[in-house]
Structure formats: C-alpha cells, structure tokens
C-alpha cells in the first residue's frame, strides 16, 4: 500500500463525527496525529481542513488561475484523491483472494465436517446442549449494545470470516455462514426493536410499526427457513426385495375435471409403462367432468374409469370416492398432465417396504414446459423457476425432521393410514399438505425421494399462474385457522416449525406491499419511520441483508438466484394479500379452482388487468423518486443521507416493479406438444431398404429433430420409421421430413395408433433417465450477476411496456372517428 492510498484510507476515517473518533484505539489516534503533523493540518477537528491539506499536498496541484481552467483543476484533485481509494478497494480484495487461492479448502473442509460428526455423534449430550448454548449465546451477542466503531470491527471480522468460509464444501461450513447470518440479522432486529421506535407523530408510529413488524415476519421466515433447510437428508432410493411376489399392489389414480383429452392421454399411456407387475397395478382414470370420449378413451386404453354422482370437495371428493372402488396396498396419485418415468415404483416403493411407518413418500413436482416467468422473460432452464427451491431443497430439509409434505401428485399413499385419517382431506382447498399433517398428528412417517420421476406442464399464462398461488396461499390459511400445527398433539417441535414456516410463507403479501412503499413515506411526506442516522442504519442493515444473501447463495444457489425471491413476492403479494387475511378470518369462504392446463398463446400480448396493481405501484414509487432528488437538490441538504438511502431503496423496488410488469407480456406459446430433450441413439429406416444411424436432439408428441453423422440431403416429405430404443427392443415409427440442413433432420410423426403412441411415450417422457441432466444448462449462483438480471429484466419491462403503450394509444387515435367542424 502506497503513501497515497494509507492517506485515502486515514481521509476516509477522519471524516467521521468527532465523538466517533474520541472512540478510537489509541494506536489510530496516534496515526491521525502524525498525519496532521506531515500536512501541517492547523485545526484537526474540522475535516474541511484535511480535504484541503491532503488534496493540494501533491505539488502538482495548484489552484486555477482563470475560470476555464477549474474544471481540469477538479478533475485532477478528484483523481488523486480517489484513484488510492478505488485502487484499494479493488486491491485489497484481490490481495485476499489471492491468499486464499492457497488454501486446499476441499480438504480443510472435510476435515471440519469429520471432527464435527464425530464430537456429534460420540457425545450425546453435546447434541443435546448445541441448541440451547446456541439460542443463549446468539441473543447475548444480538443484544449487547457497541459503539459504532465496535460494531464495524465486529461486522468486519463476521463478512472476513464469511469469505472465507464460503470457499469450503460441505455442510459444516454452510451452518458457520447460516450462524453469522443469524448473528447479524439478529442484532439488527435488537437494534430495530429497542433503538428506532421512539418516533413522533400519529402516522410515523402507525407507519413504523408496519415497518418494523414486516421486518420481523421477513426475520422468522429466514430463520425457520434455515432450520429447514441448513441439512437437507438427501435421501437415496431402497433396493427393491428380490423376490417379485412380496412387492405390494398398487393403484394408480388420475383425476380430471376441465383438462383436454391430449393432456390426459400421455400421462395415462406413461402410467402404462411403469415397470411394475401387471398382475399388481391398476390404472383409473377418475373423470370429474364425465366426459364420454374419456370414457372410450379408458375402454381402448385397458384402464379403469370412474366417475362420482357429484363434484363435492373437489379433487379431495374424486380421490376419496376411488379409495372406497379400489383395494391396492398402496395409492400412486398422479394429476392428469404429469407423466411417470417407468421406474417410478421401482425407485419409491422400496421406503415403503423398508420403514413400515413409512405413510406417504413424495417426489419433486418437474415441469417440461416453461411457466410465465420462464417464458415471458425468456429465461427457461437458466434460472431456477419459482418452484424449484421447494422441491429442490426444502422438502429434502423437511424430510430430515420426519415433516415432508404431501403435494398432491407424484407421490405414493399407504391405503391403511390414509383410511385412518378419513382419506384425502376436506376441510381446506389444499387437501395435500392437510392430509399429510394429520397424518403426521397420528405419528406417522413420511419421505422425500428428490428424484424426477414425473414430469407436467406448468401453467401457460401468468393469470392461471396468480390463480394457482392463491388457491395455496388461501388453503394453507386455512389450515393455520382451523388446524393450527404450532398447537394439537401428535407433533414433535421441529415439525410444527416446519409446518408453521409452510404456512407463514404465504403471509409475505402485506409485508412486501409494505417494502414496496415504505420510502415514500419520507419522500413525499418527510415522515421519519425509523429513529436513527443514515450512517447508524447503512451499519445494522447492510450487514444484514448481506450475510443474508450469502446464506442464501451457499444454501439455494442451485435452486433460487440472488434476488429472484423478492421478484416472485413481488408479482403475487397484491394478489395473495387479500385471500390470506380473508382467510384467517373466514376459513371457510372460499373455493376450488382448478389449473388450466394445456392451452396455447396464439399472440403476444400485455395482460393489462394483472399488471394494473404493478403500474400504479411504479407510477407512485417513479414520483417519489422524482420528489427525492429534488429533496436531495433542493430541500433537504441537512438530511441528505436519509435521501440517498430512500432514493436506493425506492430505485430497487421500480427493478423489481419493473421486471414484474415484464411477466405481464404475454409471450406466443404455438406448440401444442411441448418438446423435451432427448439425446438417444436412433436408426432412420427407409422405404428403398437404406438405412442411417444418428442421434436424437430433442423430440414431442408430434415429432423429432434428429442428428445425422453423414451429410444427407432429404426431400421435403420423404416417408421413412425412426427405431427408438424402448429400453427392452427398439420400436419403430412412422415419419415424413419436414425439415433438412446442416446434418440436422426434422421429422413429423404419421397418425399413430393407441399402442404406438404408448411405445413411443415409453421411449421419451417415460424413459428412467429422461429428467436427469435437465439442470445441466443452468448457471451457478451469483448475486452480483443475479443482481444485474435483475436490473436488466427491470429495464426490459419498463421498456416493454411503453412500446406497447404507445402502440395501444396510436391504435385507438387511428380509431377515433374525424367530426366535421359544422357538425360541432
């Protein structure tokens, strides 16, 4: 480090308030005192004087004799000044890195993670005093009061050490990162809570209030959220029993109502497929809609059908009157648009047959076609989709403390705890997670098996989207009135938290409406909502939101990006804030809607009554910022701290209002089979008796684009049969070229019979191995980098939507009827 820059650095120190600096160690005050000795500084205590003493103590730099040579004159004080500070900033990382580049952290990371398991698992009471000690020692250190130089010192040493934790694998080192996040986000909820209320006015208190108590909601989930999710069991599949005659029945159940016959059709031609005894499956086809080509359907597909006198309690009512048709020891529930890989009972039935307290088994819910996020921000299979984390990680964490959830699909039911519960539930419209809690109240277990062996279609429009999540949000509502887990018997502590974060999550709708618009309470009405300085703030808060996106980052990178939970909230917390409040206070209002599925988007086009709430949000929080800078340049020069951070805060909800309103255009959606990757060794068969070996891209319902290894060219139409491996011999189809170029073939398939069609399932969606590299195109996490998606989706949307403002503007201008003046 250079002379300038131990200058830059001591600047930077110096400018603080003088009763800061009477803090400091001695040996800082010795070092201010021989730098105001080398400047000739005559009056220390004013940092005016060192700004001066420090600019012109570089000889080069002289004050301007004529006007137009000021600006060069700033220009060059502004450089030597602040180049050793950026050069600082910049190297002094990168000297740290550097020095940690040397350190083998896989192995020191192993390491700890070995000493760790073996002090947990030969002393008993240590596992049982870790807790406590823990809950003891995070609130003395969250509640202990520093002085401002105290707590950078400490927050310095937490982000030291959270860089460099943050470099070792394992589990172990992701508990140190979720501690210091604990640790700091405590002190700053301490600090929130016993030093920032104290505010006047009827309005700052009502409105602070709000504040702080959408803090503390967003503080309880991030905590029960690292509880669920710190040690994820990672639960491997049991081995089958050799002996075939010993493995349970199985009843596969398919409920519809509204769907299409094309949606239902493959997910019951793929249950088909499951390699399972025949002699012990048994497929239904329960048709809520009562539909007679469903009824045909089922007779030439060798199916059972049922149908039920009425439509009472929905999906839950379906479910429970094929339990009281059927006699299988186990119950596999599929919803009609997922389809099973054929080793779906191979991989799952083994828990049930290894743990007999083993109630219910669950799978990951795996979409192959993109959701409006996905697709209307063009981000498919890079950036985790909003379910991700849940079945990715979460479930996988409740599965640790016997609390995974039952999801309504792909899963497995044992008949007799379900019969003993009164089967499916019907109290609440999310019959799935309320069956699994009574079955858990009676003592049962449950698993999670996070392995894709099902995969559906997401929702095609963000409408059907927002209506989906309201049906959750208001059903676990429901639950937490009627059948609260934190009360009632049967739960051990750890479930009920699961259960009660479950629950809470879907609460976020007010405190981020809250976060949305807490700034312009000071930007238009100069109304203070929390009693602190801007420095005291940047201080606590920082350091919290920080340490919390590096939890986050290390625990969910793989399944959520930085930053992207904020944009979801943000697109669905209008919408779910009304039927969870509702919903607290009439449980039973209310019903179920069932989930379009299947549908086509044949035009772009912007959903103007969704993005309504997202526009006058923007409009108000764009005003603000207007009404900032003027503060900022015009009103409030002796508050200018607390306009900036206001100012931050309001530009980074217009990002995420932005992005928002970009989700509400409406990209095309054309293909009526979705296509799917499928990289599999193929034979092109022709009618002259040539045959061409080559690989499969990708491939739907409807077709195939094919790799050639030899550089053929094919007429358009060219009749041929594609032979696919189907896991035992290779089938065949018939096909026509609809596409050539460049090695690369694409093929339609010819009308194919029930049975070829049900082959040709078992060679693609319903393949053991089909959704397994699905992740292989997504980026890793990085919160800079998600930061900066972030912004640009925002940008994007903003952009996106004047345009078509404009456009739906000069429309309507072109529209309006000419009046002839005489007419007037």
């Not at 793989?558 to 509702?582: D, K, M």
Request: with cysteine; proline share 5%; charged share 20%.
């Amino acid at each position: 480090m250079d002379r300038r820059s131990l200058l830059a650095w001591l600047l930077a120190l110096l400018l603080l308030p003088p009763a800061q600096r009477r803090a400091w160690p001695r040996w800082l005050q010795y070092a201010a005192a021989w730098l105001a000795r080398a400047l000739a500084v005559t009056d220390p205590a004013r940092p005016g004087v060192w700004i001066e003493a420090l600019i012109f103590a570089n000889p080069a730099l002289r004050l301007p004799s004529r006007a137009a040579e000021w600006p060069g004159a700033l220009a060059a004080a502004l450089r030597w000044t602040l180049a050793p500070l950026l050069r600082v900033a910049v190297a002094g990382p990168n000297w740290i890195t550097r020095r940690l580049d040397r350190v083998d952290f896989v192995r020191q990371g192993q390491r700890i993670d070995g000493l760790a398991d073996q002090l947990t698992q030969r002393s008993r009471w240590l596992r049982a005093a870790l807790l406590p000690v823990a809950a003891a020692l995070l609130l003395v250190s969250a509640s202990t009061p520093v002085e401002p130089m105290q707590q950078f010192l400490f927050l310095f040493l937490c982000w030291s050490t959270a860089m460099l934790v943050r470099r070792m694998p394992g589990d172990l080192p992701s508990l140190i990162l979720v501690a210091l996040s604990t640790l700091v986000s405590g002190r700053y909820i301490w600090w929130r809570l016993t030093q920032t209320l104290d505010v006047e006015g009827t309005a700052s208190q009502v409105l602070s209030a709000g504040l702080v108590a959408a803090e503390c909601y967003t503080w309880t989930v991030m905590v029960l959220g690292y509880v669920q999710s710190a040690w994820p069991l990672r639960r491997a599949p049991a081995l089958m029993p050799p002996d075939i005659s010993s493995w349970p029945s199985v009843d596969i159940f398919i409920p519809t109502y509204n769907e299409p016959l094309k949606v239902v059709q493959p997910t019951v031609l793929a249950a088909q497929s499951i390699d399972w005894p025949a002699d012990k499956l048994k497929i239904y086809l329960l048709d809520d809609g009562r539909r007679t080509e469903f009824r045909n359907f089922a007779e030439r597909a060798g199916v059972e059908y049922k149908i039920r006198p009425d439509n009472f309690h929905a999906k839950a009512g379906n479910l429970n009157h094929a339990l009281q048709h059927s006699s299988g020891d186990i119950i596999a529930i599929f919803d009609c648009d997922h389809l099973p890989t054929r080793s779906f009972l191979q991989m799952t039935v083994g828990w049930m047959l290894r743990d007999r307290n083993c109630a219910m088994l669950q799978t990951p819910h795996h979409f192959f076609s993109p959701d409006p996020f996905e697709r209307n921000l063009h981000m498919f299979r890079r950036v985790p989709n909003e379910g991700t984390l849940f079945y990715g990680l979460m479930q996988d964490g409740n599965d640790l403390w016997n609390a995974t959830f039952f999801c309504g699909s792909c899963a497995l039911i044992r008949r007799g705890p379900l019969m003993e519960v009164g089967g499916i539930a019907v109290e609440t419209v999310t019959e799935d997670a309320h069956t699994a809690l009574k079955l858990h109240r009676l003592g049962y277990g449950t698993a999670y098996l996070n392995l894709r062996q099902a995969a559906g279609l997401a929702t095609e429009s963000l409408s059907a989207h927002v209506g989906q999540r309201i049906r959750w949000a208001r059903g676990m509502a429901q639950i937490f009135r009627v059948d609260n887990p934190l009360f009632g018997r049967g739960l051990h502590a750890l479930q009920r938290l699961c259960y009660f974060n479950a629950m809470l999550h879907f609460f976020y709708g007010l405190p981020r409406l809250v976060f949305l618009t807490a700034p312009l309470a000071y930007l238009f009405f100069e109304i203070h909502i929390i009693t602190a300085q801007a420095g005291m703030l940047a201080l606590y808060a920082l350091p919290h939101l920080v340490h919390a996106q590096l939890a986050n980052s290390r625990l969910q990178g793989r399944y959520r990006h930085s930053f992207w939970a904020e944009a979801y909230e943000t697109v669905l917390a209008w919408y779910i804030a009304r039927p969870t409040l509702f919903a607290l206070i009439a449980p039973k209002i209310g019903k179920f809607n069932v989930t379009a599925k299947g549908g086509l988007v044949e035009r772009e086009y912007f959903d103007w009554e969704i993005a309504r709430p997202f526009l006058v949000l923007a409009t108000i929080n764009l005003v603000g910022l207007g009404v900032g800078l003027l503060r900022l340049t015009v009103w409030n020069h002796n508050e200018s701290g607390t306009v900036l951070m206001n100012l931050a805060w309001t530009i980074y909800n217009l990002i995420l209002l932005g992005a928002a309103i970009g989700v509400c255009r409406e990209a095309r959606q054309m293909r009526s089979e979705h296509r799917i990757p499928l990289q599999v060794e193929a034979e092109l068969r022709f009618e002259d008796g040539h045959r061409i070996q080559c690989r499969t891209r990708d491939g739907s319902i409807s077709g195939l684009s094919i790799e050639c290894a030899v550089d053929a060219d094919f007429e358009l139409d060219t009749p041929l049969t594609v032979m696919l491996d189907g896991g035992d011999r290779m089938h065949g189809f018939p096909a026509r070229v609809v596409g050539c170029g460049d090695g690369k073939l694409g093929l339609r398939f010819e009308p194919l019979s029930l049975d070829q069609e049900r082959k040709l399932i078992q060679c693609s969606f319903a393949r053991a191995d089909a959704w397994v590299s699905w992740d292989d195109k997504a980026a890793p996490d990085r919160p800079l980098s998600s930061l900066r998606e972030i912004v640009s989706y925002g940008i994007e949307g903003y952009r996106h939507f004047v345009g078509t403002a404009l456009q739906a503007l000069l429309a309507r201008w072109r529209r309006v009827p000419v009046i002839a003046a005489g007419n007037v």
